[in-house]
């Protein structure tokens, strides 16, 4: 298994260092409802956690939440709500929007403001160190004492002194150097320090929160690519000079960043389609197919267009995956090269491209042996295990549950109209409770009708179908159905 390293600027060999890997991923601030953009980035980050413990990888997962931050103090001021109260509010309505994408909890999930002690500590040490000082109630880290800072970024001091200042009330020794502690201000929540009152600047947060739970030198970081500088940068400084080991972590792994048009979907732009908004119209395999058919370290464009094509291909999986049909068992292969391919993808740096890829060919076969009367269920059994480490849970669009009763009635009409084709057992006598697999016999017939060149009664199943609100879409890939909007 190989990952793209930010560090080294290449695909490395994961070897982890110890038997539990030790993953960190930078969370949500909380202070909207949360965007694509954010559920490309932890969708990503789901499938690295699902990929590691697939292989057999024991796994010890933490992603913050910044539940204290100038945004959410910013916003709550606006609103005239105390900032607590509307962190706690978006936490909340951020976990409901994971649980509905279907993104697996991190085993710990530490928010800012409940880990203050163990930031001070930190702070302590690092001004016991000669790495920071405090100054007329805050406490700055010293940029220039790092002598290998920017390594992360690939940036020189030189360059990165360029737009450095001081801002009025600001007592830093240098532009360069970044607060660790921000002195209060009327109005702010604050906390009690060795400094005074005040409240942590954003880096010192994840650098505390990893040490905690994770220890001084973790395997993998992820977030987006726009925090490579100064956030994790900030965070490579503090860790590494605070504990004295380098590296801090092993493996930086940045996703890119979700577009709309040119510009990088984001609230401060005001360019975005929320969580909630997306799924409104879209499932959410629909849209985790939509994230995971792109390279993760690449930037990718919100369409409509290209969402529309994930639902359809969302659809084909979903009935691929979950149709069951009369077979003849044992004469089709347990698909282990589509389980070998698949593997293969995903540990060349997480290619979830390629490894959706693998999911429709495996569909195509499921399609196939459902076609020659051969038994399917150990692909489809495969297509469900792989595309589950994808995240994919196969479920149809949320709706009314739909009545069965309709579509039974259908089919006995349908199955009345078959003998003089001779395809009577292409729907059985005793029909299906489900309304999905009686919809999916009905496809069945209408499929057996056209090879035999029965297209009236074809179209006539497409026709009766659509007047119970079904809709039929045919592909090179075979026929799927969703409900008419």
């Avoid at 260092?17 to 409802?33: F, H, L, S």
């Avoid at 801090?248 to 940045?254: N, P, R, S, T």
């Avoid at 042996?369 to 480490?389: F, T």
Wanted: aromatic fraction near 8%; hydrophobic fraction near 40%.
């Amino acid at each position: 298994m190989k990952i793209f390293s930010t560090l080294s600027g290449k695909k490395e060999e994961f070897t982890p260092n110890a038997d539990i890997v030790k993953m960190y991923v930078c969370g949500v601030t909380p202070y909207d409802d949360s965007h694509l953009g954010h559920a490309m980035s932890y969708i990503i980050f789901d499938v690295v956690r699902r990929y590691l413990k697939f292989r057999g990888y024991n796994l010890k997962a933490v992603q913050n939440v910044t539940d204290i931050d100038d945004k959410i103090i910013n916003r709550a001021n606006r609103l005239g709500v105390p900032a607590k109260e509307l962190a706690e509010k978006y936490t909340a309505r951020y976990f409901e929007d994971m649980a509905a994408l279907n993104v697996s909890k991190p085993d710990i999930i530490p928010r800012a403001t409940e880990e203050i002690p163990m930031i001070l500590e930190v702070i302590r040490g690092l001004i016991d160190k000669g790495y920071a000082y405090p100054a007329e109630g805050s406490v700055y880290f010293r940029v220039k004492k790092v002598t290998d800072y920017g390594k992360l970024s690939r940036r020189r001091f030189d360059d990165m002194m360029t737009g450095a200042s001081i801002e009025p009330g600001e007592e830093k020794e240098d532009p360069m150097d970044f607060v660790l502690w921000k002195a209060a201000k009327p109005g702010e929540p604050a906390w009690d320090s060795p400094w005074g009152k005040g409240r942590p600047g954003w880096h010192i947060e994840c650098t505390a929160m990893s040490i905690k739970y994770l220890g001084e030198q973790i395997d993998i970081h992820g977030g987006g690519q726009d925090l490579v500088f100064p956030h994790h940068e900030n965070e490579i400084a503090q860790s590494e000079s605070f504990s004295g080991k380098k590296p801090f972590v092993k493996y930086w792994m940045h996703n890119g960043a979700l577009q709309m048009g040119a510009e990088k979907m984001s609230k401060s732009l005001g360019n975005l389609v929320t969580i909630r908004q997306a799924l409104e119209k879209y499932s959410p395999d629909a849209i985790r197919i939509f994230v995971l058919s792109s390279y993760y370290r690449s930037p990718l464009t919100y369409s409509e267009e290209a969402l529309e094509a994930a639902e359809r291909g969302a659809e084909r999986l979903r009935q691929a995956a979950m149709t069951d049909s009369e077979a003849v068992p044992g004469e089709a292969d347990v698909p282990e090269a589509y389980r070998q391919r698949f593997i293969d993808a995903m540990d060349d740096d997480l290619n979830t491209s390629q490894a959706i890829a693998n999911l429709f060919d495996l569909a195509r076969e499921i399609n196939r042996d459902e076609e020659g009367g051969r038994d399917a269920s150990p692909a489809r059994a495969a297509l469900r295990g792989m595309g589950g480490v994808l995240g994919l849970n196969f479920l149809a669009p949320e709706g009314p549950p739909l009545d069965a009763g309709p579509f039974q009635e259908l089919a006995k009409s349908v199955r009345s109209n078959l003998g003089e084709a001779k395809l009577e057992a292409v729907i059985p006598a005793v029909l299906p409770d489900a309304a999905d697999a009686v919809i999916g016999l009905l496809i069945d017939a209408r499929r057996a009708l056209r090879k035999a060149k029965k297209f009236q009664l074809a179209d006539d199943i497409r026709n009766r179908l659509s007047g119970l609100g079904i809709a039929l879409e045919d592909s090179a890939e075979g026929t799927v159905w969703k409900r008419k909007r």
